[in-house]
């Protein structure tokens, strides 16, 4: 606990009036090595994310094969994960935002680690779907927590490239497991699960020393809980690691929430978070995340099941590496469109890019035999899928960070990257399903396609812009009023203040 005694809000601890915000203290100390260490060690999350989820996709058709499953089971196996993933992200959001989001993270490595090695050695279905429970879960605890200590560490114009990096540790894990893959059997059909859950579980073990050893604590999360002093040290080390020495780290105390028992915390979190001033916002990123992670992660478990009947010059386990490739483009190219243009913007340039895509694998992949033209356009499609994708995550991950206060990031964050995962609990049973009534997996793009489009259509919606926006404290609601450029949005909040 702080040694301070809050008065005024104006004040620091010292009685200084008027002295800056937190987040202006950020601004000065400004970027640095020290958000790219926190960027390599609390991104690592993802990283784990990419690889583990790959294999289990991937994986899927060698399970079946030794334990005889049918469709439902063997969608069941990668279901799982995403229910467990659900799991996760709900208990992630009022533990995070009560107890902080350091240990979050370090318990997800932690857990991702044992339940992966555990999953290597089960013996049948069910044993295999509980341990994957808990990897998903482990997995879910720690994406909201690091997307929102990303944020509360990085100065505002770096917040998007910054969650890009950690998009960049996704597609390394997703490289890894494709390389193993390759190593292991370039075309899928002789896969050696088990070994490939243990090496996909390596990473893991790695962050978790890394995390323990250099990853800090949000300053903003410490001084809206009254640890003053903690805070400071924090941003001490920040501005030292950075070079920026110069800078006087004492802050304008933020307004501290009451103090309450743990389940009416609960509850004040989640009157924040669906409250009359953000329950449209959350519903429609609810719904962008669902469509997102329908389209990532339906097509992460589809492509592994449709290339191999599609690919006949390369092995489908080379064109899965290229396809993760293709991600790092994407991610180049969501740092321009979100440094250039608004958030909500941002969004529509990725559904649209994404439909146009899906449309063109369909056609492609359809006719792929009526000439090299629809081959190309196949190949065109798939890539493009893999590649505009990016552009949503950061988008679309970056804005649900950006749109609630200190006090309830983590549970706003956590319900929206819920949302997401429900499409990932959907996406197998959905294209088994799917594919196995109409004999076709063309249906299941379709509804992929049918999503991106409602979607695209409910982004004007969404009353706020968040770029060159300072993270808030506090909510207020503000009276309405048109949309703000770019330029009067940097000058200061529109969501909350």
């Known amino acids: 606990m702080g040694k301070h005694t809050f008065t005024s809000p104006s004040e620091t601890p010292d009685g ?24 390599i060690v609390g991104g690592g999350v993802w990283l784990a994310d990419g690889s583990e989820l790959l294999l289990i996709s991937s994986v899927t058709n060698a399970v079946a094969i030794d334990w005889d499953l049918g469709h439902a089971a063997k969608g069941m196996v990668v279901t799982v994960v995403f229910v467990g993933i659900l799991i996760g992200n709900i208990m992630s959001g009022p533990i995070g935002d009560n107890y902080g989001r350091r240990h979050m993270i370090m318990a997800s490595y932690a857990g991702i680690f044992i339940f992966s090695i555990l999953s290597s050695y089960t013996t049948n279905v069910f044993e295999l779907a509980i341990a994957r429970l808990f990897v998903g879960a482990s997995f879910g605890c720690g994406q909201p927590a690091w997307n929102t200590l990303n944020s509360e560490l990085t100065p505002m114009w770096w917040r998007l490239p910054m969650n890009s990096f950690s998009m960049v540790l996704f597609v390394v894990g997703e490289l890894y497991s494709a390389a193993l893959m ?34 800090v604590q949000s300053p903003n999360f410490l001084a809206v809980h009254g640890h003053y002093d903690e805070a400071v040290e924090v941003l001490e080390s920040l501005k030292y690691t950075n070079g920026a020495h110069d800078v006087d780290t004492a802050f304008r ?14 509850q004040r979190q989640k009157e924040i978070v669906f409250g009359n001033h953000l329950f449209g916002s959350t519903c429609i990123v609810m719904f962008s995340c669902f469509t997102l992670n329908l389209m990532y992660y339906g097509t992460m478990y589809a492509f592994p099941q449709i290339l191999p009947t599609l690919v006949t010059s390369t092995s489908a386990a080379s064109e899965l590496f290229v396809g993760a490739l293709w991600e790092l483009p994407g991610l180049a190219l969501a740092v321009i469109i979100g440094t250039a243009f608004p958030r909500k913007l941002g969004m529509k340039i990725y559904m649209a890019t994404s439909l146009i895509s899906i449309a063109t694998f369909i056609v492609g992949a359809v006719f792929i035999d009526h000439g090299v033209m629809l081959r190309v356009m196949m190949h065109l499609g798939y890539y493009g899928v893999k590649c505009f994708v990016s552009i949503g995550f950061i988008s679309v991950y970056q804005y649900a960070v950006e749109i609630y206060p200190t006090e309830a990031r983590i549970t706003g964050t956590a319900v929206n990257i819920a949302g997401g995962r429900l499409a990932g609990i959907l996406s197998p049973i959905l294209y088994e399903g799917l594919t196995a009534f109409f004999h076709s997996w063309v249906v299941f793009m379709l509804v992929i396609g049918g999503c991106l489009l409602l979607n695209f259509l409910m982004v004007d919606s969404l009353p706020f812009e968040t770029m060159g926006v300072h993270l808030k404290d506090t909510l207020h609601p503000q009276p309405s009023h048109p949309e703000p450029s770019v330029r009067e949005a940097s000058k200061g909040g529109v969501a909350c203040s």
Not at 17 to 34: K, T, Y
Not at 186 to 203: E, Q, S, V, Y
Not at 253 to 266: C, H, T, V
């Open 16 to 39: 200084t009036r008027d002295s800056p915000s937190l987040g202006e203290v950020i601004e000065r100390i400004g970027f640095g090595p020290a958000q790219m260490r926190a960027g």
């Open 182 to 215: 390759l190593y292991d059997d370039p075309n899928l059909t002789n896969l050696h699960w088990r070994w490939l859950l243990r090496m996909g579980a390596i990473p893991s073990a790695i962050w978790l020393v890394l995390s323990a050893l250099l990853l």
């Open 253 to 266: 105390i933020p307004p501290q929430p009451p103090k309450l028992p743990f389940l009416e915390k609960l």
